[in-house]
């Protein structure tokens, strides 16, 4: 028996398992991926995480590797907010992958003794008055963990929520959103921060070798599953700022990985929102 199983190894679960540790506690991370995704769904520390993440002495990596921003952009307006004077030994926005921020959190939980258990993924879970028990599956076999606890850190749409028989109310979507990471073919064609344009907003968000761009789909297909294709995110911004492209030529040149959709309606999860929004 482990005293706490953690199902879901992103940073909330990667780093409540360094914690534990640190407190001696027993833990097993289990994660249904064996591999981390070659896309990034967070690119950015803010000052406060930065802070907490000081105290246990990972936050000076991240720095060094990381892309300073002094300023944010907030609930969609055309200017942006300076960071410089607030309360905080980090007074900007780090611009790094989540991938990368994961990776050194796993290492530092690995060293601090978690044992993390990639490409095995929950099924199923009972619980009565003194523990948690885990059905687990992993290449194809089937095993079982108890723990005193059970701490699901697996997103919007965790499995440890719905075997738990946790409610998650809400409501359909109404808008939704194209992100996508690409190289623009001007780096001076979009500025930081949300562009207003005849036909919606474009907000650009730049990184080392691409920048990030979020705007509204206007025309969402039935099944918001659909792949979004770099052309469509082409579309969407052309459309949003009225550019029209003589001769083929196209805004961006290449993409740093598949665009996605993204819908309206946020909740609470392992990246702080299933759903993200351009709004700071």
């Known amino acids: 028996m482990t005293e706490v199983l953690i199902v ?7 780093l409540l398992a360094s914690e ?30 930065l802070d907490l993440l000081a105290r246990r002495g990972l936050a000076e990596r991240l720095v060094g590797e990381g892309w ?13 907010l300076t960071l410089a004077g607030t309360h905080t030994d980090h007074p900007y926005s780090l611009g790094i ?20 258990r990639r490409g095995h993924e929950l099924r199923a879970l009972e619980q009565d008055s003194e523990s948690v ?9 089937e095993y079982r963990v108890r723990a005193a606890y ?16 946790i409610d998650f109310p809400g409501t359909a979507a109404t808008r939704f959103s194209l992100l996508g990471d690409v190289e623009l073919a001007d780096p001076k064609a979009l500025p930081f921060g949300a562009t207003p344009g005849p036909g919606g907003t474009v907000v650009a968000i730049p990184r080392p070798g691409y920048v990030r761009i979020i705007t509204s789909d ?9 792949p979004v294709t770099l052309d469509l995110l082409q579309t969407a911004v052309d459309e949003a700022l009225g550019f029209v492209h003589e001769n083929g030529q196209q805004m961006f040149t ?10 309206s309606i946020a909740a609470v999860s392992e990246s702080g929102y299933r759903c993200p929004l351009p709004v700071g």
Not at 8 to 14: I, R, S, V, Y
């Open 8 to 14: 879901g190894a992103g940073p909330a679960g990667l």
């Open 150 to 165: 059970l701490v699901g850190c697996d997103g919007g749409r965790s499995t440890v929520r719905k075997q738990a028989g």
């Open 97 to 116: 992958p989540q991938t990368r921020v994961e990776e050194i959190l796993e290492a530092h939980a690995l060293d601090l003794g978690a044992d993390i």
């Open 133 to 141: 028990t885990a059905t687990v599956t992993t290449g194809g076999r």
């Open 68 to 80: 300073q921003v002094p300023h944010a952009a907030f609930s969609g307006l055309p200017v942006t």
């Open 218 to 226: 206007r025309q969402p297909p039935a099944d918001k599953d659909t």
């Open 254 to 263: 290449t993409s740093g990985s598949t665009p996605t959709r993204l819908c």
């Open 20 to 49: 534990l540790r640190l407190a001696g506690v027993d833990t097993v991370v289990v994660e249904r991926h064996a591999q981390r995704p070659d896309f990034c769904r967070g690119f950015n520390l803010n000052a406060r995480a």
